[in-house]
T-cell receptor, first 114, second 112 residues
Framework: DGGITQSPKYLFRKEGQNVTLSCEQNLNHDAMYWYRQDPGQGLRLIYYSQIVNDFQKGDIAEGYSVSREKKESFPLTVTSAQKNPTAFYLC?????????????FGSGTRLTVV | QKEVEQNSGPLSVPEGAIASLNCTYSDRGSQSFFWYRQYSGKSPELIMSIYSNGDKEDGRFTAQLNKASQYVSLLIRDSQPSDSATYLCAVNSGGSNYKLTFGKGTLLTVNP
């Protein structure tokens, strides 16, 4: 079955440590997205990518980095520069013109700073 | 910054009643509107999309859009306890065909 796989489901980060969240899709979608969700808050866009080897900053890109070397994969690195990384991270994908048709979401990664 | 506003709730309705969820948006250029359902601790699931003024029905769900008033709503008929979740309104934003802006969501509780 086609879908989006995020791993790990839970991740713990120590202060000053970089961590990478994985996102893989087999939907043959061109566009991929990373959102962050805090308790009681909506989804805020971190980065998005419309095609391989290209990506754009979203509304809260500071302290995060991404790469898009393959169509299927869009990993997110949470760097030590991100001072408040504890949140629920959601990866999504869409067909071209994705906002016209909605997104498909992965199951999410819950990141906690310890 | 384009905004999408929703009442945070919680909205509490008895089983079998109609639940009405509302959303307003600030970008007059928005063309695509979506409702997602999110159970606690889970990821959002697309339940309705609407693109034209008027009503769109799918089973117990009806989405309503009024672009002049910049208003979109979701009605859930014959509400069930399994409908208890947070409902997120999403709108394409800033003239982009790719970016969706999400509201903060409305928590719906259906009481048996």
């Amino acid at each position: 079955d086609g879908g989006i796989t995020q791993s790990p489901k839970y991740l713990f980060r120590k202060e000053g440590q970089n961590v990478t969240l994985s996102c893989e899709q087999n939907l043959n979608h061109d566009a991929m997205y990373w959102y962050r969700q805090d308790p009681g808050q909506g989804l805020r866009l971190i980065y998005y990518s419309q095609i391989v080897n290209d990506f754009q900053k979203g509304d809260i890109a500071e302290g995060y980095s991404v790469s898009r070397e393959k169509k299927e994969s869009f990993p997110l690195t949470v760097t030590s520069a991100q001072k408040n990384p504890t949140a629920f991270y959601l990866c999504a994908s869409s067909t071209p013109g994705g906002a016209n048709y909605g997104y498909t979401f992965g199951s999410g990664t819950r990141l906690t700073v310890v | 910054q384009k905004e999408v506003e929703q009442n945070s709730g919680p909205l509490s309705v008895p089983e079998g009643a109609i639940a009405s969820l509302n959303c307003t948006y600030s970008d007059r250029g928005s063309q695509s509107f979506f409702w997602y359902r999110q159970y606690s601790g889970k990821s959002p699931e697309l339940i309705m999309s609407i693109y034209s003024n008027g009503d769109k029905e799918d089973g117990r769900f009806t989405a309503q859009l009024n672009k002049a008033s910049q208003y979109v709503s979701l009605l859930i008929r014959d509400s069930q306890p399994s409908d208890s979740a947070t409902y997120l309104c999403a709108v394409n934003s800033g003239g982009s065909n790719y970016k969706l802006t999400f509201g903060k969501g409305t928590l719906l509780t259906v009481n048996p």
